[in-house]
T-cell receptor, first 113, second 110 residues
Framework: KAGVTQTPRYLIKTRGQQVTLSCSPI?????VSWYQQTPGQGLQFLFE???????NKGNFPGRFSGRQFSNSRSEMNVSTLELGDSALYLC????????????FGPGTRLTVL | GEDVEQSLFLSVREGDSSVINCTYT??????LYWYKQEPGAGLQLLTY?????DMKQDQRLTVLLNKKDKHLSLRIADTQTGDSAIYFC??????????FGKGTRLHILP
């Protein structure tokens, strides 16, 4: 069974631009969560989507948004990029319930210049 | 509040046991997890323990949970160079949220 895939793996953008990251969950998984990982803050939860609806949200500004498609694939968008948005963005999928195991993708490394 | 704390670094000699500790604050945790992250990679689930268990063993890995003290530990027996990575402790709490610690970097000494 294929794992969670994320594209692109690496991205370089400049301040003020916007970016879209993509995540394909494991087949059969309906929940997709996004995390931001930085050396200073560690792993921080962005949001979770389940059946095309946002089910949970972390404490990030409105510049960070996401969506989920009917095939469970998810995209995350960051508008008006800031230097501090440079991070590894991780996506994780699970079947759906709270007790399900979450599996992570390899991440997208975003660098904002 | 919700917080997961773990020490940032641990150095262990090859062949010895590694013990990585973690404390959490939310008593409503349902599951507690240990993830491993190797350089340039995402997080790999190593093992997990349900909150009503005290111990779980899986080959070289032993997880101990002390609910009273809200303390979780991961013991890696016979530590190998391939165990060098960052280990994250995480708890699953209400509203389906998972809270992660900042990770413990395990360094293996020859």
């Amino acid at each position: 069974k294929a794992g969670v895939t994320q594209t692109p793996r690496y991205l370089i953008k400049t301040r003020g631009q916007q970016v879209t990251l993509s995540c394909s969950p494991i087949s059969g998984h309906r929940s997709v969560s996004w995390y931001q990982q930085t050396p200073g803050q560690g792993l921080q939860f962005l949001f979770e989507y389940f059946s095309e609806t946002q089910r949970n949200k972390g404490n990030f500004p409105g510049r960070f948004s996401g969506r989920q498609f009917s095939n469970s694939r998810s995209e995350m968008n960051v508008s008006t990029l800031e230097l501090g948005d440079s991070a590894l963005y991780l996506c994780a999928s699970k079947r759906g319930s709270n007790t399900d195991t979450q599996y992570f993708g390899p991440g997208t490394r975003l660098t904002v210049l | 509040g919700e917080d997961v704390e773990q020490s940032l670094f641990l150095s262990v000699r090859e062949g010895d046991s590694s013990v990585i500790n973690c404390t959490y604050t939310d008593s409503s945790s349902t599951y507690l997890y240990w993830y491993k992250q190797e350089p340039g990679a995402g997080l790999q689930l190593l093992t997990y323990i349900f909150s009503n268990m005290d111990m779980k063993q899986d080959q070289r890995l032993t997880v101990l949970l002390n609910k009273k003290d809200k303390h979780l530990s991961l013991r890696i027996a016979d530590t190998q160079t391939g165990d060098s990575a960052i280990y994250f402790c995480a708890e699953s709490i209400r509203d389906d949220k998972i809270i992660f610690g900042k990770g413990t970097r395990l360094h293996i000494l020859p």
